[in-house]
């Protein structure tokens, strides 16, 4: 019997999520306030329950209650009975909570090297000839055996380029100092924007995000960005696209699996995408069509489809649209074109549904057991069986104190690395040079104590003559000398 769970119906139809077909991607759009929160609530929570771990970014911080049973309400009893749900009940997911900053959840961390030039020089906005001396970093740092973990190995490396650039630019290409100082001034930026907490050791296994309870449920691993989002939006894209593609380095090809080894979800997808050069969003697709191969969904939620690039939208099988707002020109444009994405259903006018749905009413289209996507189909979505909203502090430090990571992740290692080698190098080269200096120091005074000495005897007439002018100070001196010149030249006296 094939997996699959509720996402939500109508009464007269209902619409299933087939696992099999779960790592075709998917997103979830609509406008502010019309329910894509929940309904990602909803898909992660049918996805742990046939034993697919989670990963979700939560942007707004509310995605949190997850981990608490809901409530009993009765606009809850309304839509469960609409829907036609006979097996509903409220249940606590077993989940994991992240936090980069530490604050609210384990550490999260990745070091320099595994981000690598492309990430980190989109991440640093720089230019091309900036990121080709990013790139000339990591191959001089890997040739050397120079690790770069976190951000000070990276200034240490490009200080030493800076000071070796002349015979470094013969081997990897010019090494500019204006370059260098750039690059310099806006890690001080990323610095003081909080991307410190993101590069370091121990970095995030991978392992530890694809867990199952003792039930066999899938973990659902949940990433506080609140903070991170509002100081960086750049370090959070950042962190996600490094995610997939680290993903996609570790994994193993599996084919077409029963179900997927893990599900992520990237709120707020546009970040991923916005200003970032042509080359990263032609990585991203890359990445994001062959890494289903390896059993990894990705689920994007933005407010439009119009938000992700037409290459990559085409490859999104699962589609759960709310209500878009077409109140500009531009606006009703972006609505055809989203109804337009949508396999057409005779008893549904999708444009027109578009900006009628409710709040918790969507579009839906998943794909079959053939892998064609159905017929849109406008549904109710079921409710969540956990707590919609946040947990307390309290209630969060709780679920903290009895997580099997507890512990791994806390206490910062730094080892020997590119910073703490290039300091030994400037320190055993000062002591080379001080060595150097004193040796030609000491040959010139060897080469001074070898010189022959002139005598230092003198002469009848030199001691005459000095002590004639030690005479012409005193006025018999000068009568004495005017008496002898006088003589010399026939005078008198």
């Not at 230019?127 to 740092?141: H, K, M, V």
């Not at 121990?202 to 867990?211: E, S």
């Not at 707590?387 to 730094?414: C, M, V």
């Not at 290039?422 to 060595?435: F, G, I, P, Q």
């Amino acid at each position: 019997m094939s997996l699959s769970f509720l996402i939500g119906g109508n009464g007269s139809a209902r619409v299933t999520m087939p696992a099999a077909m779960a790592n075709r991607h998917g997103m979830i759009a609509g406008a502010t306030g019309t329910g894509k929160t929940v309904t990602l609530q909803v898909l992660a929570e049918g996805f742990s329950g046939i034993g697919v771990p989670c990963f979700m970014a939560d942007v707004k911080g509310d995605l949190s209650g997850m981990a608490a049973a809901g409530t009993t309400h009765k606009k809850i009893d309304a839509r469960v009975q609409s829907i036609g749900i006979e097996d509903f009940s409220l249940h606590a997911n077993p989940v994991l909570f992240w936090d980069m900053f530490g604050k609210l959840g384990q550490p999260v961390r990745t070091t320099i090297s595994d981000m690598g030039p492309l990430l980190l020089s989109n991440l640093l906005e720089l230019n091309e000839t900036q990121t080709g001396l990013l790139y000339s970093a990591f191959s001089i740092a890997d040739d050397n055996g120079l690790l770069l973990l976190d951000l000070k190995d990276l200034r240490s490396m490009l200080t030493w380029m800076g000071k070796h650039r002349k015979e470094l630019s013969l081997e990897y290409g010019n090494v500019s100092t204006a370059s260098i100082g750039a690059i310099q001034r806006r890690l001080l930026i990323l610095d003081e924007q909080g991307a410190e907490y993101l590069f370091g050791e121990p970095a995030l296994k991978l392992d530890d995000l694809m867990i199952t309870d003792f039930s066999g449920r899938g973990v659902v691993s949940i990433m506080d960005v609140t903070e991170l989002v509002r100081r960086s939006p750049r370090v959070y894209a950042s962190f996600l696209i490094w995610l997939l593609s680290e993903l996609f380095e570790q994994l193993p090809e599996v084919g077409d699996p029963e179900k997927p080894k893990i599900v992520l979800f990237f709120d707020e997808a546009h970040l991923l995408f916005n200003r970032a050069p042509r080359a990263l969003v032609d990585k991203i697709e890359q990445v994001v069509r062959l890494i289903r191969s390896k059993g990894v969904g990705v689920y994007f939620i933005s407010q439009s489809p119009l938000d992700i690039p037409s290459n990559i939208l085409g490859q999104l099988g699962t589609k759960v649209q709310h209500a878009l707002r077409a109140f500009t020109p531009r606006d009703k444009k972006a609505v055809r074109t989203v109804a337009d994405t949508f396999r057409q259903n005779p008893s549904v006018d999708t444009k027109k549904a578009i900006t009628e749905l409710g709040t918790g009413e969507a579009l839906v289209s998943v794909l079959n057991a053939k892998g064609a996507p159905t017929p849109v189909e406008r549904v109710l979505i079921r409710p969540p069986s956990s707590r919609i909203g946040p947990l307390d502090l309290t209630e969060r430090a709780g679920i903290l104190d009895k997580s099997p990571l507890k512990g791994r992740y806390d206490q910062e290692i730094d080892r020997e690395s590119a910073y703490e080698l290039l300091k030994k190098r400037a320190l055993e080269d000062a002591r080379v040079e001080a060595a150097e200096k004193a040796r030609i120091e000491q040959e010139k005074a060897q080469k001074k104590a070898s010189k022959p000495r002139s005598s230092t005897r003198q002469s009848p007439w030199e001691a005459a003559i000095k002590s004639a002018a030690r005479s012409m100070g005193s006025s018999l001196g000068r009568q004495i000398i005017r008496g002898i010149l006088g003589s010399l030249l026939g005078g008198k006296r």
